[in-house]
């Protein structure tokens, strides 16, 4: 089967001002993640642009951070951005184009942290892709390593919106450009398979420009719509204890909030 994500990801400018708001709800977790755990060695699966590697750099700790991603244009942007750091922390810091479900890296064993934040992990569309990515983190993992995945929690209502009424059109979100020359306005469409567990995003991306201009692009993105028991279910077949759940970026417990932050353990 083939899967709608490409182009999505193509378009680092707008995917970095469509997720400026994210970065206020999960950056702060991220840092405090770090500062409990104090790592040596930092990995970041589907690190896109680095909206979150390059704010964790700015965090107490000297750790060693990788990143890696499938997109080339994510990690030219995270290059790009890199480069505008210090010198320090440009050393610190290797970026890797790669699948997570393949990766293979040189300091495979070593890393005390893993990191897959942001609902990436729902870019796993076959069974083989998910047991892939966890056996190879795991396998990446030193020994006590964490991996940490955060994802949504599926919302029935919402599925069930995009399984009964899928030629709906929403008004996601309407965003000023930075420097205020367009707005954008973000709709989208929403199918969902539950034979599956696909969600198929339509979105409408459509800036309308001070000088009377405007734009509209199409993008299409497929997710897989993890529930919590099969989430869990990966780390347990692949070798993790569950150490937390939480719930949300303000740790709450698992259940209370809208996502699924899960922390396996590689206890040997
Ligand atoms: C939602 S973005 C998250 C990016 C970044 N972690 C953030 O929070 O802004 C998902 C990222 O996953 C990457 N990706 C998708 N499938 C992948 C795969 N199989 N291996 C590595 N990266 C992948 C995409 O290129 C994209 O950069």
């Known amino acids: 089967m083939a899967y709608d994500m490409g182009e999505y990801y193509e378009r680092v400018e707008d995917y970095d001002l469509e997720y400026q708001s994210q970065s206020e709800l999960d950056q ?18 589907a690190c896109g642009s680095g909206r979150i590697g390059l704010d ?13 991603d499938v997109a080339p244009a994510m990690l030219a942007a995270y290059q790009r951005k890199l480069a505008l750091e210090s010198a320090e922390i440009q050393q610190r810091v290797t970026l890797h184009q790669g699948d997570m479900a393949t990766y293979n ?13 942001f609902n990436s992990i729902t870019h796993l569309y076959e069974l083989e892709q998910q047991l892939g990515t966890f056996r190879n983190t795991f396998d ?10 955060d994802i949504f929690l599926p919302d029935i209502d919402y599925l069930s ?10 008004l996601e979100d309407e965003i000023e450009s930075p420097d205020g020359d367009f707005t954008m306005l973000l709709y989208s469409s929403r199918k969902y398979d539950p034979f599956e567990q696909l969600q198929h995003l339509v979105g409408t991306h459509e800036k309308f420009f001070e000088t009377g201009d405007n734009e509209r692009y199409l993008t299409k993105l497929d997710m897989h719509v993890f529930f919590p028991r099969e989430l869990q279910l990966l780390f347990l077949a692949t070798g ?5 759940i939480y719930g949300d970026y303000d740790w709450k417990p698992f259940g209370k909030g809208t996502r699924q932050i899960v922390v396996g353990r590689k206890q040997h």
């Open 56 to 68: 964790l750099l700015h965090s107490p700790g000297a750790f060693q951070l990788e990143g890696l």
């Open 161 to 170: 919106d995009a399984l009964n009424r899928p030629s709906h059109v929403y």
């Open 140 to 149: 990446h993992l030193a020994p006590n390593g964490r991996f940490v995945v």
């Open 28 to 45: 702060p977790f991220w840092r405090e993640l770090v500062m409990r755990y104090t790592p040596q060695r930092v990995l970041e699966l």
């Open 240 to 244: 993790f204890a569950i150490e937390a």
């Open 105 to 117: 890296l040189e300091h495979k064993g070593t890393y005390d942290l893993i990191l897959l934040p």
